[in-house]
């Protein structure tokens, strides 16, 4: 099977079949996204560069697939950073023949920029959930416009709400991560509070934050370096961004909230609104004895 290394996909996603059908990222090869490692490897790693692969090989994957894993396969996510991009047309053609291939199979899934739901109609996207697209992962990263266009993110913070309750609407679950101290020292405060409010209003069904790490040699990288983006770096500020993001959003629910993700200093999990206080409670519990945070040196891994 063809992979183009390296691949990434939601830690959700660690035991299900990898289907290569996009390599990189159109953000990333748009010159969007200052933090993110696409952007780097779009540039840097010729394999990487972003395409969409020609659906008959990725059909011939499958079949491979088939053939090595037979009945053991019940979830697939389709690579790489944006396979949402691919025309409703091909993507049905993948979603029939991942059903066809595997009989146990219960859910296909994959990234998604907002522009990529946008683009499809309400009716594509109900035909793309019956065919069985059950989940889409949404890079949000922040409810904020100023840090959106600060970090280059091409898409307006409406867009990004319109887009998660797009495909709620279609059926199609939604889980959305969002980035902690992406608004640096200088927008902290309404990087959180917006981003909880955005949450609110997206109603997704799983809800994650991450923690940035800056990629060597990235923009924001560059950035740092020249004294134009002040990092937040201690773990107590990160997580008082979490209290306040947490405290912001007002969803009807239920939404899956958590902070499971490698990045983070605290491991956090709950379903909102019905834990929020005890998510607040955990959160400032670990302010007031910060020996409960993992250690920075134990941070990605
Ligand atoms: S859309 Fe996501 S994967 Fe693509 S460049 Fe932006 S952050 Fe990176």
């Not at 279609?170 to 200088?186: D, E, F, H, P, W």
């Not at 309404?190 to 981003?195: I, P």
Request: aromatic fraction near 6%; proline fraction near 5%; hydrophobic fraction near 40%.
């Amino acid at each position: 099977m063809f992979y183009a290394e390296p691949i990434y996909r939601p830690p959700s996603e660690a035991y299900s079949l990898l289907i290569q059908a996009t390599v990189g990222c159109s953000s990333a090869a748009a010159g969007r996204c200052y933090f993110c490692t696409s952007y780097i490897f779009d540039r840097k790693v010729p394999e990487k560069r972003f395409r969409i692969r020609p659906t008959e090989e990725i059909l011939e994957d499958i079949e491979i697939a088939k053939e090595a894993h037979g009945d053991r396969v019940d979830k697939i996510f389709l690579l790489d950073s944006n396979a949402m991009i691919i025309k409703t047309g091909e993507l049905l053609k993948i979603l029939e023949k991942c059903y066809e291939a595997f009989p146990a199979l219960k859910q296909v899934s994959c990234y998604a920029c907002c522009g990529d739901i946008l683009r499809k109609s309400d009716a594509e996207l109900r035909e793309l959930r019956q065919a069985g697209l059950k989940l889409v992962f949404v890079g949000v990263e922040s409810g904020d416009q100023e840090v959106l266009d600060l970090m280059n993110k091409g898409a307006t913070v409406q867009d990004q709400i319109d887009s998660v309750k797009k495909a709620n609407m279609a059926g199609i679950q939604t889980s959305v991560t969002v980035i902690l101290g992406l608004g640096g020292r200088r927008l902290w405060r309404q990087h959180a509070t917006r981003t909880g409010k955005a949450a609110g209003q997206m109603n997704p069904t799983f809800f994650s934050a991450l923690t940035l790490m800056v990629v060597p040699n990235s923009p924001l990288d560059a950035m740092v370096k020249k004294g134009e983006f002040e990092l937040v770096t201690d773990p107590v500020e990160v997580l008082k961004e979490l209290h306040l993001m947490i405290r912001n959003i007002d969803g009807p629910g239920p939404i899956v909230f958590r902070t499971n993700h490698a990045s983070n200093y605290l491991p956090l999990r709950g379903t909102l609104p019905g834990d929020k206080e005890s998510l607040l409670q955990t959160i400032q519990a670990a302010l007031d004895n910060p020996d409960l945070l993992r250690p920075e040196s134990m941070r990605g891994l």
